[in-house]
């Protein structure tokens, strides 16, 4: 059942949901109803019970819902109910911060190769890791299975490198570089940007919106 | 002149407009027609005519904007115009991973303070800064103007931390944890969040529904 018939608007928050519905699970919640589920993910209650709804039969007015059914039904539409394998280009600060982010791990998402074309990177471990020259890259994604490529490189080398590994299969990338990918690649692949520099642009100018609204 | 009297959602894009803006700055591009500059940052020119014009008369129609203007303008809406200080709190890889990148300095961040609570990196050096012990922040906070707090810490630490500074004078949050500070914060602070966990689940499920598509 493609994406269960849910809207874009609603897509797009589901990993945020999951986030919440996660919480509750690791703080022992058994049941929630959907006011208290509507005051959480910040959604009028009129909205979310159609959106339950979506997800099958699997509460009662006013007892509660399970909220087990409907976080493991969005896990399974973000993909989340199987293992998931990521390749690392760029072993800098940032792709080894990456490297190490143990939440990754624990929503099914595996590093199994990390790439750089630094010689003094090329070889060293992290995670369990060791790190290959970018050399390598295109035979390593021909060899393994391979869901997502990231991208903590230079924005010169961005462009090429994500053509090549779509090139070779890939269909999502995962982009900390400040370039827009989308416009080199093919419809058929997926790419999601951290664009930090934007992120903290964004913050300094609310900064400078709530300074002068305060003055 | 608070916000010239821009829309929210045209504030929202101003960021990306200074990134594509300052591309054209690094390749030498003098001028550009509003159907240029519509075709770069993917706005229909029959709604960037205007909102140039709230920056000044400074572009004559056919001839082509001298977009430096625009430019200027726009970095100073984003509090570029001036240097800012911040402070990272969190030295594991991540917060050092941020404290490396060279293109917030470019864009007048200036990192003049790293905290940490794990003695072992407390007293190294990251970028001309020596990682301080998280007891020390509040003093520092006290006898530096701080604009910005990083967070790149656990979790379960960030509300009390987020709390804390801001009762030490700090307004602007740069928020990589995955827990949502507004909720612990008075309305004159603002929050910026990078979910790294979101971001990638959002990339798994668009590339579950690509494939579903796809096959």
């Known amino acids: ?45 009129s909205l979310i019970r159609p959106a339950l709804m979506h997800f099958g039969g699997f509460g009662r007015k006013g007892y509660g819902y399970n909220y087990r059914s409907l976080y493991e039904e969005i896990g399974k539409i973000l993909g989340l109910d199987k293992a998931q394998t ?16 143990v939440r ?4 099914g998402f ?14 060293s471990t992290v995670r369990q890791c060791t790190i290959q020259s970018a050399s390598e890259l295109t035979a390593f994604l021909d060899n393994n299975h391979v869901d997502i490529v990231t ?19 890939v269909q999502a990338i995962w982009n900390f570089t ?16 951290v664009h930090l520099s934007e992120s903290l642009m964004k913050l300094s100018c609310d900064l400078q919106r709530i300074r002068e609204k305060d003055s």
């Open 1 to 45: 059942m493609p994406n269960h018939g849910i809207s874009e608007a609603v897509i797009k928050r589901l990993p945020r949901y999951y986030r919440y519905l996660n919480d509750l699970s690791e703080q022992g919640v058994e049941r929630i109803s959907s006011a208290e589920l509507s005051k959480i993910i910040k959604f009028p209650g």
């Open 86 to 101: 990521m390749v690392i280009v760029g072993a800098g600060r940032l792709g080894q911060a990456l490297a190490n982010y």
């Open 104 to 107: 990754f791990e624990k929503r």
């Open 110 to 123: 595996r590093v199994i190769g990390i790439f750089d074309s630094n010689p003094e990177l090329i070889g």
């Open 151 to 169: 991208l903590a490189i230079p924005r010169k080398d961005a462009p090429d490198l994500a053509r090549m590994v779509t090139e070779h299969g």
């Open 178 to 193: 400040p370039v827009d990918l989308n416009l080199y690649l093919p419809e058929n692949v997926v790419v999601e940007n």
